[in-house]
């Protein structure tokens, strides 16, 4: 239930293969990337090449977060190069459930990620399609920055909503979590945890992959023994 999601962004980009290596050894579930196009947010990441190169020695769920514009451009691209989550954000697509659509129609798992500021009623018609929503903690384009304490209660809401619309969707947070943070994201209703440089900046990385997952793990009980009460 609880997902593990390490963000390659805050990895060293002079030994990537070693950093997945080390995140994967820690048990994570899923590798985030982060595909940025300077235009929907002001910084450029990588693209399919990396994701490609990354594929043949990984067996971690590739978790593919497009920050760019009209996404539809590239999504067959991603899923060629390995992906098998693809995350659209609701403000960079005109037509959305055309955009959800084609990503269940290339076979791999469809996510939605909502910045900061955009509401939850933007996905009150496309929730009961989607396999995971994405809740931006941050404003989207750079890694380190600080988690905006508000989205805890974002998240609450989206889970109310989900456990009526769609009780099998998961809910996935970005964006400044921390092991400090964690059970706070994770009693509000949270399954997937994002961490960039919470993870990567660690002096062992590998193990606060597990340090990590051992109180978001604590949390979702507690959540659960509260939810019966
Ligand atoms: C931000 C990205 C995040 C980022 C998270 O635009 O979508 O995935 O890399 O990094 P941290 O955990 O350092 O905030
Ligand atoms: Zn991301």
């Not at 067959?76 to 084609?102: P, W």
């Not at 384009?141 to 989206?158: E, H």
Request: a negative charge.
């Amino acid at each position: 239930m609880i997902k593990i999601a390490p963000s390659l962004l805050a990895a060293d980009f002079t030994c990537l293969g070693q950093q997945v290596a080390l995140v994967e050894e820690g048990g994570a579930d899923y590798l985030h990337l982060d595909i940025m196009d300077g235009a929907f947010v002001p910084n450029i990441s990588y693209g399919t090449d990396i994701v490609r190169a990354l594929r043949s020695g990984s067996q971690m769920v590739f978790d593919v977060h497009l920050m760019i514009e009209n996404p539809d451009r590239y999504l067959e691209d991603f899923v060629v190069a390995g992906a098998d989550i693809l995350c659209v954000h609701v403000e960079a697509c005109r037509h959305l459930h055309r955009t959800v659509q084609k990503i269940k129609d290339l076979g791999v798992k469809a996510a939605v990620a909502l910045n900061p500021a955009t509401p939850l009623s933007g996905l009150e018609e496309i929730l009961p399609d989607l396999d995971m929503t994405l809740l931006m903690s941050v404003n989207p384009g750079f890694g380190g920055q600080k988690f905006i304490s508000a989205t805890l209660d974002k998240i609450s809401r989206l889970k109310a909503m989900a456990m009526e619309k769609n009780p099998d969707m998961d809910i996935q947070v970005d964006g400044g979590i921390t092991l400090e943070n964690t059970e706070a994201v994770v009693l509000a209703g949270a399954n997937v945890l994002v961490s960039g440089s919470g993870i990567f900046k660690a002096e062992d990385i590998s193990k606060r992959v597990g340090e990590m997952r051992e109180v978001a793990q604590k949390a979702n009980i507690t959540r659960w023994e509260n939810q019966k009460k």
